[in-house]
């Protein structure tokens, strides 16, 4: 197949289904797989007894295991069913158009879990963090609130931790679920990470599927059934992520060079969540392309970035709140160290990036110091994942999106400084668009670009992966 169709024609595949969620996943309000919850002792150290929360997956994997956090700690846990159009019908209806898509897409979610028969609503916690800065999240939990109250939900709780009360939420357990909670997202980072390296080669289709299914049950088990003690714990997930790495080791896997690597940023809940962007990552795999989409950590390891330069900007880099934060962080970094280890070859020439890097990256642009939020990681992430060898750089954004909107007017800048690398901007709101005949014509830029680009993408896997 010549260079000038092979963008053009889209592989054979099964029906649609979520990025990385199973397409049978629709029954309501499942116990997920090999996860029975363990009710919490009569002696109560949390004030979230006898609730139930659910979590709106950005992400299916990391969504999935960190509510395996929440089990670990006694706390009764789940995901929100998957995404369908009932959502949007929901969503809509208890918004007034003016909230962004994720809003409505969790709004929507949420009143889907109320009203399945048999909840009893004043069980149930909603878990929406918050945030500051330039992006509407920061009112999606006080706005989810006023929609509950206004609708008959009074006594549904919101659960927002926050490290300014010092997660008062979960009384005793705080601490360890911040440390439960962190280890988990970075695991299930890690899964989704190998998992988009071998699926865009796998020999028999859906085989990749199944073992990162397989694997995330098994992630999902060691997370909740594991002691809380840090280091038995750390050990019991280690061990679950090398058991993950052999399986995606045997899977048979063609390996094409020609295959274009393409960097996905954004805003994190529209770029994660398949629903949201219409399954844009499956949709790339389909037109014979591989992604390197941004995790969940990044977002984390820039907001401890951003907890410096303030204790920086405000003379309070030797207080005892700087030395606790030094410490938290140097034990995050730790961990996800332990983690990632056993995947140093696998992710050979797919290291993700430091915040430094992509800060630094971004500043001729978008300076950390005079610009918040995910417009600074979009830029920076782009320029980092095109020295890296992405062919091409896609930005996936809510429909009206500051900082898409912000990044969409650097970008020609960046693309111009880094030779041409075709970088395109994708906004969703929930209405069809043709978006098959845009990515069509974008990746056939892509492989252009691919062939006269500075930078050679790496081959993910090569030593590691078994060869069809």
């Given amino acids: ?140 939990a006080p706005y989810l609130r006023r929609v509950l109250d206004e609708n008959g939900y009074p006594h549904t709780g919101v659960l927002s931790p926050s490290s300014s009360d010092g997660y008062g939420d979960f009384g005793e357990l705080a601490r360890p679920f911040v440390r439960t909670g962190w280890r988990a997202l970075v695991a299930a980072d890690i899964l989704q990470k190998i998992l988009l390296q071998y699926r865009p080669y796998e020999v028999h289709k859906g085989s990749v599927e199944a073992v990162y299914e397989e694997s995330l049950d098994d992630l999902c088990r060691a997370i909740e059934q594991a002691p809380i003690h840090p280091p038995v714990q750390l050990k019991a997930m280690r061990d679950a992520l090398v058991r993950c790495r052999d399986r995606f080791r045997a899977i048979p896997v063609r390996r094409d060079p020609a295959t274009p690597l393409i960097g996905i940023v954004g805003e994190i809940f529209c770029r994660l969540h398949s629903f949201s962007n219409e399954n844009l990552v499956r949709r790339l795999e389909e037109y014979e392309a591989e992604a390197w989409i941004s995790d969940i950590t990044e977002w984390i390891w820039y907001t401890i970035s951003e907890q410096f330069r303030r204790f920086k900007l405000h003379g309070k880099q030797l207080t005892l709140e700087a030395a606790a934060a030094w410490v938290r962080k140097q034990v995050q970094r730790r961990d996800e160290h332990v983690l990632l280890e056993p995947f140093r070859e696998d992710f050979q020439g797919y290291e993700e990036p430091s915040i430094d890097e992509v800060l630094d990256a971004a500043r001729p642009y978008l300076p950390s110091d005079g610009a918040l939020g995910e417009m600074v990681l979009n830029v920076g992430k782009a320029i980092c994942l095109a020295r890296r060898g992405a062919a091409g750089i896609i930005d996936i954004s809510p429909f ?69």
């Fill in 1 to 140: 197949m010549g260079q000038s169709t092979r963008g053009l024609r889209k592989k054979a595949h099964a029906p649609m289904t979520d990025d990385v969620s199973p397409a049978t996943s629709n029954q309501p309000l499942p116990a997920q797989v090999g996860q029975a919850f363990r009710p919490i002792q009569a002696s109560s150290r949390s004030p979230l007894d006898g609730k139930r929360v659910f979590i709106p997956p950005m992400a299916y994997g990391s969504g999935r295991a960190f509510a395996a956090a929440f089990r670990a700690l006694g706390i009764d846990a789940d995901i929100t069913p998957p995404s369908d159009h009932r959502t949007r019908e929901l969503g809509a209806r208890y918004t007034s158009g003016d909230e962004c898509y994720p809003a409505k897409v969790t709004v929507g979610d949420f009143m889907r879990v109320l009203e399945t028969p048999g909840i009893d609503p004043s069980s149930v916690l909603l878990f929406m963090p918050t945030a500051g800065g330039p992006c509407r999240f920061g009112q999606y």
């Fill in 400 to 468: 009206t999106c500051m900082n898409g909107i912000v990044c969409e007017a650097v970008y020609p800048r960046v693309s111009r400084d880094l030779g041409g690398i075709p970088i395109r901007n994708f906004y969703f709101d929930g209405t069809q668009s043709d978006l098959d005949r845009d990515l069509g014509v974008y990746l056939e830029l892509a492989r252009s670009y691919q062939r006269r680009a500075k930078y050679q993408r790496p081959l993910p896997g090569l030593r590691a992966a078994a060869t069809a």
